[in-house]
C-alpha cells in the first residue's frame, strides 16, 4: 500500500516530509514486530535488550556506563536509570571501576546471559524475516542509503 493511501494523506507533501513519514511508518512497523515477538513476551524493553546485546559481545569485566550510552541505538535513553532497573531485575551487575571510582563497570549477570542466548535466536530469526522481504541488491542499494541519509542528518545535528 502507498504511503499515502496508508496514512489516509490527501494533500500535496512538502519536500522531504513523504521521506521522513516513510521512515518513520516503517520503524513503526519494525518495532511493532519487535514487541511482539520479542521484547513483550520476555518482559523487556528494546532499549534493555539493546544493552543485554551491548553487554554480551562487551570485555568480561563489563563497560563503563558512558560506554554503554555511546554503543545504545537510542542516544536519549536515561542509561543510569536503565541500567540501576536492569539490576533489580537481576539482569546486570554494577562495581565501582578501579581505575576511576566516579564510574560504574557493568556487566551480564548469569540471568542476563541467559536471557539474552535465549533471546538471540528470535531477534535472528525476526531479522531474517525482515531481509526476506528484499533481494540482496535491494538490501545493499537500502544500507547504502539509509547510510547517506544518517550521514547527512549528522553534520546537521553536529553542533558548530
Sequence with gaps: MKLRDELYISK????????????LLTREYVARLSDDRLFKPARI?????????????????????????????????????????????????RREDPADRRGSLVRLTAEGEALEARLAPIHSSLCGEVAAVLEDWES???????????DGIATRLAPE
Aim: a positive charge; zero cysteines; aromatic letters at 2%.
Design 45 to 93: 524493553t528494546d532499549q534493555q535488550f539493546n544493552v543485554l546485546r551491548i553487554l554480551r559481545g562487551g570485555p568480561p569485566d563489563g563497560y563503563l556506563v558512558r560506554e554503554i550510552r555511546h554503543r545504545m541505538i537510542s542516544h536519549s535513553a536515561d542509561v543510569p536509570r536503565l541500567v540501576e532497573r536492569m539490576a533489580r531485575a537481576g539482569l546486570v551487575a
Design 12 to 23: 500535496p507533501l512538502e519536500p522531504g516530509q513523504e521521506i521522513m513519514l516513510a521512515i
Design 140 to 150: 545493499k542499494a537500502l544500507l547504502g542509503l539509509l547510510q547517506q541519509l544518517r
